[in-house]
C-alpha cells in the first residue's frame, strides 16, 4: 500500500459516494488507475463494505452501554456458543475478547433501559456468567469509523 491508496482511503473513509473522477482528480491519477486500485483494495479485503451512518438518534437508538462480561467457563465450546448467542443479536453493535479483568467488551444500542434490559436477559440466558457489568453512556463525544490512514 502507498500514498495514493492511502489518500483514496481516506477520501471513501470520509465519504463513500465520491465518485472515482472525483477520487482520481484529487489524488492525481487517472480514473482508470484509481478504479483499479480501488477494486484491488477490496479484492486484498483492505475495504471491507461501505455503508451510510445512521445517527442514532433519529431512529430512537440514542442510548450506548458499553457492558463487561466475566465468565469462569473459557472451554472452545463456551466460546463458540456465546459468540453465536451475541453476534445474533442486532443491538450488539461490537463484540470484543479482550484482555484484562473483563473477558468480554460489548457496545450495545438501545432506546431505553427496559430495552437494555431485554437484551440483557438474552445474553445471560443459559450461559454460564460469573459478572455482567453495565455502563451507560451520558453523552458522545468522538464517534468515528474513519480509520488514521
Not at 436477559?121 to 453523552?139: G, R
Amino acid at each position: 500500500m502507498d500514498n495514493t491508496d492511502r489518500q483514496i482511503l481516506r477520501l471513501l473513509q470520509s465519504d463513500a459516494t465520491h465518485s472515482l473522477e472525483t477520487i482520481a482528480a484529487k489524488v492525481n491519477v487517472s480514473v482508470n488507475t484509481c478504479w483499479r486500485r480501488v477494486k484491488h483494495l477490496e479484492e486484498t479485503k483492505v475495504i471491507t463494505g461501505r455503508v451510510a451512518i445512521v445517527d442514532p438518534n433519529a431512529v430512537q437508538l440514542g442510548q450506548t452501554v458499553m457492558v463487561a462480561i466475566r465468565t469462569n467457563n473459557h472451554s472452545a465450546a463456551w466460546l463458540e456458543k456465546f459468540t453465536e448467542k451475541t453476534r445474533a443479536i442486532p443491538e450488539v453493535m461490537e463484540f470484543y475478547r479482550m484482555a484484562g479483568d473483563v473477558d468480554y467488551l460489548l457496545k450495545i444500542v438501545v432506546n431505553t433501559v427496559a430495552d437494555y434490559d431485554r437484551v440483557y436477559k438474552i445474553i445471560i440466558s443459559d450461559m454460564e456468567i460469573s459478572d455482567v457489568s453495565a455502563t451507560f453512556a451520558m453523552e458522545c463525544i468522538k464517534n468515528t469509523t474513519v480509520l488514521p490512514v
